[in-house]
């Protein structure tokens, strides 16, 4: 099933391989403008919001559409680990305000050797 949007979290990611990649898989990637903490840009088209430092040292990446390649937080997390060559967070599903602290702790780990369910305790 697709998601509305996608939102991975990277480790040790640079806004520019991030602008490349994402102008690789979706179109030209705007210049990113500085929005008080976070940046945004469109990339293809999708409005993309740059989080750096969002949870201690993973930046936040949310594209703000159901029209990306990836159907999923997974496919988007997946992809970027291959082309960026980082570790890569997202939610194990879609993610809702009602669920369980302890589901809400429960994360997807993306790295070169594949993909783990971890306990990331985020807040």
């Known amino acids: 099933m697709r998601q509305p949007d996608i939102e991975i979290y990277l480790k040790d990611a640079e806004l520019d391989a991030i602008s490349a990649w994402l102008t690789a898989a979706l179109g030209d990637c705007g210049e990113w403008q500085a929005r008080g903490q976070t940046f945004k840009t469109l990339a293809g088209g999708i409005p993309a919001t740059w989080l750096p430092k969002a949870v201690g040292k993973w930046h936040s990446l949310l ?20 082309a960026l060559g980082v570790e890569v967070r997202c939610a194990i599903g879609g993610w809702s305000e009602d669920e369980s602290d302890e589901a809400a702790d429960r994360w997807l780990r993306v790295t070169a050797e594949g993909v783990s369910e971890i306990t990331w305790r985020t807040g």
């Open 63 to 82: 594209l703000e559409s159901d029209a990306t390649p990836w159907a999923t937080d997974r496919d988007c997390a997946e992809a970027a680990c291959a």
